[in-house]
């Protein structure tokens, strides 16, 4: 029973962990993206990991928290502009192709020698440079905090105050994806994601509508990278097509085109997906199914659970739990 115990306060941790957050917001980009504009984008992890160097190597060059973070998003939006220039008049599978190849373009740079002075190359940027600023910001009291079963420090890395602004920043991107999907604005990219063809014939340029979602939703991707690395470091491995698959996973399951799916997606993904790998490797370590399964083979089994689920979602519930089906009969674009 005490392991059980133990084995549910680490999934309730994980529910509103910081990096929970970061995949929700960065669900809620790509969710502008697919579920409302039709958009397939298969890197979002590249806008986060621009955002996250982008506000590391500001923080480290001196800038402050509020700077650092406009430098995230800007980061964002010029990626999402150079890769949106040239591609948006492609569709589908051949979108896809174009987003995770520029999401590994910017891993490979990331990792690389030729920028080590700035990126710290495959080490990446450790968190003790850059987290300062966000710290200093903390109103919390110094100490520790416990509410029910869970229990941390007040200012740190992994700190009540990271979640707090984590969780924060994810209700006000809500609110802001809440509000322009609402719009005349957010009709069209609607309209779009239906049929483009008869907003183009509307006199709409549908070209310009798809590239201000590509940028909405790439920024919320650069702030869902800086929420990943504020309780971690920034190492680009970390950060490659395993984050773009997750985050398709968290929206799927949620439900895309819906407001709070992404949210509900992160939470109910990272806290089941926690259940399980606790149990699993509680089972290894005291059951005969150690023999079977080990503690190393844990997140490998793990994986391969998250890819079947994606799988199930796809074939048996496209919509997710909070969507419509009707409302995603669409074609990707």
């Known amino acids: ?73 800007a980061a964002g ?12 008049q492609l569709r589908g599978d051949y979108l896809a192709i174009v987003t995770i190849s520029a999401a590994e373009i910017i891993r490979w740079l990331g990792r690389s020698t030729w920028q080590q002075e700035w990126t710290g190359g495959a080490s990446g940027l450790q968190g003790r440079d850059f987290k300062g600023t966000f710290q200093e910001l903390s ?6 905090t416990a509410i029910g079963p869970l229990e941390y420090i007040n200012t740190g890395s992994d700190s009540w105050w990271t979640r707090i602004f984590a969780w924060g920043l994810v209700a006000l991107a809500l609110l802001f994806v809440w509000l322009i999907t609402r719009s005349p604005w957010g009709r069209v ?23 201000q979602s590509l940028v909405l939703g790439g920024v919320l991707g650069s702030l869902g990278g800086v929420l990943y690395v504020l309780p971690l470091t920034i190492a680009p491995d970390a950060m490659g097509r395993t984050m773009t698959f997750f985050t398709w996973t968290v929206l799927l399951l949620g439900g895309a085109a819906t407001v709070f799916g992404p949210v509900l997606g992160a939470m109910l993904f990272f806290g089941a997906y ?35 689920t994606l799988m199930l979602l ?8 909070l969507g419509n089906k009707k409302e995603l009969a669409f074609n990707v674009r």
């Open 189 to 211: 990219l609607k309209g779009i994601r239906e049929d483009e063809d008869a907003v183009r014939a509307l006199g709409k340029n549908v070209y310009s509508y798809k590239l």
């Open 314 to 321: 796809v074939i048996f519930r496209p919509q997710g739990i």
């Open 1 to 73: 029973m005490d392991e059980f115990l133990r084995i549910l306060t680490q999934s309730l941790a994980e529910l509103i962990a910081p990096t929970t957050a970061a995949y929700a917001i960065a669900a809620i980009g790509l969710n502008l993206h697919f579920g409302y504009t039709g958009l397939l984008n298969m890197g979002q992890a590249g806008f986060m990991l621009l955002g996250a160097y982008g506000f590391g190597i500001a923080t480290i060059a001196g800038a402050p928290f509020l700077v650092a973070l406009l430098v995230a998003m």
């Open 139 to 144: 109103p919390l009291p110094d100490g520790r």
């Open 77 to 88: 939006l010029l990626f999402a502009l150079i890769l949106g220039i040239p591609t948006l």
């Open 274 to 308: 926690m259940f399980l790998r606790t149990g699993m490797r509680a089972l290894a370590e005291n059951t005969g199914v150690g023999e079977i399964i080990t503690t190393t083979n844990v997140e490998q089994i793990g994986g391969m659970l998250v890819g079947v």
